[in-house]
C-alpha cells in the first residue's frame, strides 16, 4: 500500500520550534522529491519547501519559500525512508495544516496532513 504519513506537528510558542516526519511506506523516498505545503483556514495550499531526489550521490538540492527561509529545513533520511522539515523561529502566521507530496515524474502521492498551531 502506497502511503505518506506527515507527523510531529502540535502546538508551540513564537519562537518556538517543531519537527515534522514525513514517512513512506510501499515506495522509497530515495527516488522521490519530497515537497512540503501548508494550507491556513480560508487560504489556499502553498509550497513552502521541497528537496529533490537523493539519486546522484546526495541527498537532494533544498529549495525553500521567502516566507521561510532561514528558518525552516528540509533534510531526508533515506535509511528510515523519510523527510524531515524542522521548523525554527515560529511566527504565528505559520499556524496551518502541513502536508508532505512524493513526485516522481507524473507520480504524486500526498500525507494526510498534521495540524501545526503557533500561539502563545
Known amino acids: 500500500q502506497v502511503q505518506l504519513v506527515e507527523s510531529g506537528g502540535g502546538l508551540a510558542q513564537p519562537g518556538g520550534s517543531l519537527r515534522l516526519s514525513c514517512a513512506a511506506s510501499?515506495?522509497?523516498?530515495?527516488?522521490?522529491?519530497i515537497g512540503w505545503f501548508r494550507q491556513a483556514p480560508g487560504k489556499e495550499r502553498e509550497r513552502i519547501s521541497c528537496i529533490s531526489s537523493a539519486i546522484g550521490g546526495t541527498n537532494g538540492k533544498t529549495y525553500y519559500e521567502d516566507s521561510v527561509k532561514g528558518r525552516f529545513t528540509v533534510s531526508r533520511d533515506n535509511a528510515k525512508n523519510t523527510v524531515y522539515l524542522q521548523m525554527d523561529s515560529l511566527k504565528p502566521e505559520d499556524t496551518a495544516v502541513y502536508y508532505c507530496?512524493?513526485?516522481?515524474?507524473?507520480?504524486?502521492?500526498w500525507g494526510q496532513g498534521t495540524q501545526v498551531t503557533v500561539s502563545s
Open positions: 510501499g515506495f522509497t523516498l530515495y527516488y522521490y522529491a
Open positions: 507530496k512524493g513526485t516522481m515524474t507524473s507520480n504524486d502521492y
